[in-house]
């Protein structure tokens, strides 16, 4: 059982407001049963491969006895699937006035509230099982870190989409009209969604919110579904997608495919050489690993889409499972445009984010806002979620932080030349800029990395210096940013800008936070 | 050369001394073990075992020469916005957590740590890169600097 922490609170009722339970998509045990069985079916696949003393599986399906095997699928399959009716039956969510609830678990239940001022982001994700049924699971991530989210599926595709909206609508500050049938009151006109006026550039969604308000005569009626609320949904811009040729193209010229190919010729040098075949199949396992990391990449980032709406930024992307993510102004916490070797004489760049919540390793994923796109599509997408970055020509300070480097003209304070002995190749990137809204550190040469972190977003700076950089004057300077790919960090700067960088930052952090909007996004122009 | 572990405006304030008893003390039981059996062995056995005593006894030596200049090297200093820690010898460094970015503050005493009076206060941001912690306080220290912390991250709260 994972224990909700920080900003998922675990409480009682909350008094004065009535809330309306609600079960997930009746299918879902189905859905989620199903994984039990795929499971089993591994298991036995592994079985039949290792043997047994008697030949193993393969031998007692071609015996008399082979109906026992599909019996115990059969019994697998059966428990599987009542374990999720019985855990489907349990599972129960509601969406409050400020806050999101969900109830789980058989023997240990669990009930969870998220404060929806608090959300990061909002994903419906779509396995390829739950596509047949046209099922999505939506889950709600709050900045508790790993597994602090409140995930609820399976839906139905549109009930999730409307539900995504009433969410980000909710988050955003407006104000939802109650139109779920248990609030047996009149939908009095301060109910309905009222939206500060003039509050985003997209002048559409006061519109459309207004057409969201449910005309009292269809309330009532005795089921638990929701009233259709799907003009709340924001109007989304699409920005870009990613060509599917470029995509495999990106994973073929990556990193990882480099060290695979190599790893592949050194394993066919060695078994030429020894003319033994135990080499490949003891490093089998290690080409089959980076193959499925290549093959996650490509069909994770297949089809990848983005594209803006006031509500944030929404991607969509994937091949087997589909994942279309919103995430909010202001969420974004670091952003991370990085090149690899092969990348450059196409001149693409990967950006990835740091979003609260979406946690560490495993769900780096997540965390991708552009798999491989040119410069200006690199750039564009860095303007969606930082718009602003405070300078004056600011295609200048990004373009000296993509790949400047000491010798070209540009605002970056640079690591100083006697730092070559510590880092020969990269020395000349190693540098920072700072402009009105954030702060620009670049690095690497061979791997080319600039990071972008916004001033009200500083967690905390570290500085630090070992015996060899003591001697030659230098310090390496960190941003502490939440969990996530993005670690912003220049190594080797002058002792003296490393300090008054230090000590600057931390005062522009605070000043900056003093003027940030606010969390719910659309009332900072209302206050 | 100015460093930039000494801000101008700042002074520290240095952890208690007792910290060097509470770091040796586990130190030299786990490195003593092997000293004295090596020591009985190359006795009883025969002298090669004097290179299995002499190794613990090298980083023995080691660390007690160094443990003292490590909690030396701990300070912190509250500024009005922000907390600075900064420690080691030889690799140095320093963070600068700003009070409204504080989440939640630990404070944890093991029973050795109980026995000498001693106390660790940790900070917590939404970073897990943050590494805040100020070991080696009196216990009234830690109490004192909790709830100064507290408040002053509850009068700067923030999101995130």
Not at chain 1, 438 to 464: C, F, M, N, W, Y
Not at chain 1, 476 to 504: C, I, K, N, W
Request: glycine fraction near 10%.
């Amino acid at each position: 059982m994972s224990t909700p922490e920080h900003n998922v609170e675990q409480r009682a009722q909350p008094d004065a407001e009535e809330l309306v339970w609600r079960r997930v998509h009746p299918i879902t045990p189905l859905v989620r049963g199903w994984a039990v069985v795929g499971a089993a079916i591994v298991i036995l696949g592994q079985q039949s491969l290792d043997g047994g003393p008697r030949g193993g599986l393969i031998a007692l399906v071609s015996s008399e006895y082979w109906w026992t095997l599909l019996a115990a699928l059969a019994a697998v399959a059966l428990v599987g699937w009542g374990y999720s009716t019985l855990a489907w039956r349990m599972t129960t969510f509601a969406i409050g006035e400020e806050t999101v609830h969900l109830r789980r678990g058989i023997l240990f239940r669990q009930q969870r509230h998220a404060r929806l001022d608090r959300l990061q982001s909002v994903d419906i994700r779509q396995p390829l099982v739950a596509r047949f049924f046209g099922l999505c699971e939506l889950t709600l991530e709050t900045a508790g870190g790993t597994d602090s989210g409140v995930a609820i599926g399976f839906l139905k595709g549109s009930d999730a989409d409307e539900l995504r909206a009433e969410l980000l609508a909710r988050a955003a500050g407006l104000k939802v009209g109650r139109a779920n049938p248990a609030a047996a009151r009149p939908l009095a006109p301060s109910d309905a969604v009222t939206a500060p006026a003039g509050r985003v550039p997209a002048g559409e969604r006061d519109g459309a919110a207004q057409d969201g308000v449910v005309p009292d005569g269809e309330q009532g009626a005795g089921t638990a579904q929701p009233a259709p609320m799907t003009s709340l949904e924001a109007p989304q811009v699409p920005v870009l997608t990613v060509p599917i040729g470029r995509l495999i193209a990106s994973v073929v010229r990556s990193g990882a495919m480099i060290t695979l190919v190599a790893w592949a010729v050194a394993v066919l040098v060695a078994v030429i050489v020894t003319g033994q075949f135990a080499v490949l199949t003891a490093t089998l396992p290690a080409v089959l690993g980076a193959g499925g990391y290549l093959f996650g990449r490509l069909t994770g980032e297949f089809d990848f889409r983005v594209a803006i709406s006031p509500d944030g930024v929404r991607l969509r992307h994937g091949m087997l499972e589909t994942r279309s993510q919103t995430i909010p102004p202001g969420r974004v916490q670091a952003v991370r445009l990085v090149q690899s070797v092969l990348w450059r004489d196409r001149d693409w760049w990967r950006v990835q984010v740091n979003v609260a919540g979406y946690g560490g390793a495993s769900e780096e994923k997540n965390s991708v806002l552009l798999p491989v796109g040119t410069r200006e599509e690199a750039l564009t997408v860095l303007s969606l979620v930082l718009p602003d970055l405070g300078v004056d020509e600011p295609r200048r300070v990004l373009d000296a932080g993509l790949d400047g480097d000491s010798r070209t003209e540009s605002t970056y304070v640079n690591a100083p030349r006697r730092t070559r002995i510590l880092d020969p190749v990269a020395w000349r990137r190693n540098g920072f800029t700072v402009t009105g809204r954030a702060l620009l550190l670049r690095r690497g040469r061979l791997v080319k990395i600039l990071d972008v972190v916004p001033h009200e977003r500083t967690q905390s700076l570290g500085l630090s210096q070992g015996p060899w950089q003591r001697r030659l004057g230098v310090a390496s300077f960190q941003v502490h940013s939440t969990e996530g790919p993005v670690r912003p960090e220049v190594p080797h700067l002058d002792a003296a800008d490393a300090a008054r960088l230090m000590g600057e930052q931390a005062m522009r952090a605070r000043t900056a936070r003093a003027a940030a909007g606010p969390e719910r996004w659309m009332e900072r122009q209302g206050e | 050369m100015t460093s930039p572990f000494e801000p101008h405006d700042v002074t520290w304030n240095r952890v208690s001394p007792r910290l060097v008893t509470a770091r040796l003390v586990p130190g030299t039981i786990t490195l003593g073990i092997p000293l004295i059996a090596g020591v009985v062995l190359a006795i009883t056995v025969g002298p090669w075992f004097w290179i299995l005593a002499g190794v613990p006894a090298v980083f023995l030596v080691w660390s007690i020469f160094l443990v003292p200049r490590q909690v030396r090297a701990i300070g912190y200093a509250e500024r009005d916005d922000d907390l600075l820690i900064r420690k080691g010898v030889m690799f140095r460094s320093m963070v600068v957590v700003p009070y409204g970015r504080m989440q939640y503050v630990d404070v944890e005493a093991g029973p050795l740590d109980r026995k000498l009076g001693l106390a660790k206060v940790q900070l917590h941001t939404a970073s897990v890169g943050t590494d805040a912690q100020i070991p080696g306080l009196p216990p009234d220290e830690a109490a004192r600097l909790r709830d100064r912390l507290a408040s002053r991250g509850e009068a700067r709260l923030a999101g995130l």
